[in-house]
């Protein structure tokens, strides 16, 4: 804030103006960077820039697909205050020109078990439309559009026995973590809202490891009450009809 401050009394620019350069100002300095992760620290950045831009100018948020049919997502970039909104029932996969794997965006879909595959920028040679079909391997990293029939079922064939494997070790989720020694393990999840509980269950942790508190922001116009950024979250597992562990949340919290 400082940065915009300056821009603003010491060159007599608009707020939005001076905004603007500083975003961009600090976007440049982290694309600069040998560092892959922090690179991606970019977009997050640039996220936070246009979302005072759109209050300043008083221009409406990016609409996200509400469509309750199943499609994949296709977009240039993705924040995380766009993924926060998504539904994961309904998103089959996601497709983006920029980022990477080391993004806020790429961690939450992994949290999600929503395939990505990012990072287009050099090697797309069609254009994408709404209605094409498209095959992504987020394993690979690779996508295929309007593919034909031998790809298709080769995929669907991947599909399948990654559903076999995953109600395999679903099984796992009820069983005590044991060690050979006799050492009990406590499972803790990561998670960034109460949304996140629900896999947290169902994967058989018993409390959470981290809770990114910097998500709570993202679904309010304004800032969260203390006691709503602090006990909601419990609040909002009893209100589900279950208590999250005995001590919930003697894990770290991030904000």
């Not at 240039?76 to 998103?91: A, C, K, T």
């Not at 562990?245 to 894990?251: C, F, H, I, L, S």
Request: with cysteine; aromatic share 6%.
């Amino acid at each position: 804030m400082s940065e915009i401050r300056g821009i603003i009394e010491r060159q007599y620019k608009a707020a939005e103006v001076a905004v603007k350069e500083a975003i961009d100002h600090f976007v440049t300095m982290f694309d600069l960077l040998d560092d892959e992760y922090m690179k991606e620290r970019a977009l997050d950045i640039k996220d936070v820039g246009n979302r005072l831009l759109k209050h300043l100018l008083g221009t409406p948020d990016i609409t996200l697909p509400s469509d309750t049919q199943p499609y994949i997502l296709v977009a240039r970039e993705l924040s995380p205050s766009q993924l926060v909104h998504l539904n994961p029932h309904y998103v089959l996969g996601m497709v983006t020109i920029a980022g990477g794997k080391t993004s806020h965006s790429a961690i939450m879909a992994r949290a999600l078990g929503i395939p990505l595959v990012s990072g287009l920028e050099d090697s797309l040679t069609e254009m994408f439309k709404t209605g094409d079909l498209l095959v992504i391997d987020g394993d690979e990293g690779t996508i295929f559009l309007n593919p034909d029939h031998v790809i298709i079922d080769q995929y669907t064939t991947i599909a399948e026995r990654q559903r076999q494997r995953k109600e395999q070790l679903q099984l796992l989720a009820s069983v005590d973590p044991v060690t050979k020694d006799n050492v009990r393990m406590k499972l803790a999840g990561n998670i960034s809202s109460v949304k996140d509980l629900e896999l947290t269950f169902k994967y058989g942790a018993e409390g959470v490891g981290l809770f990114r508190t910097e998500f709570l922001y993202m679904d309010l116009a304004g800032l969260p009450e203390r006691r709503r950024a602090v006990r909601g979250l419990p609040s909002d597992c009893r209100e589900d009809g279950r208590e999250f562990g005995r001590n919930p949340y003697t894990g770290h919290w991030r904000g």
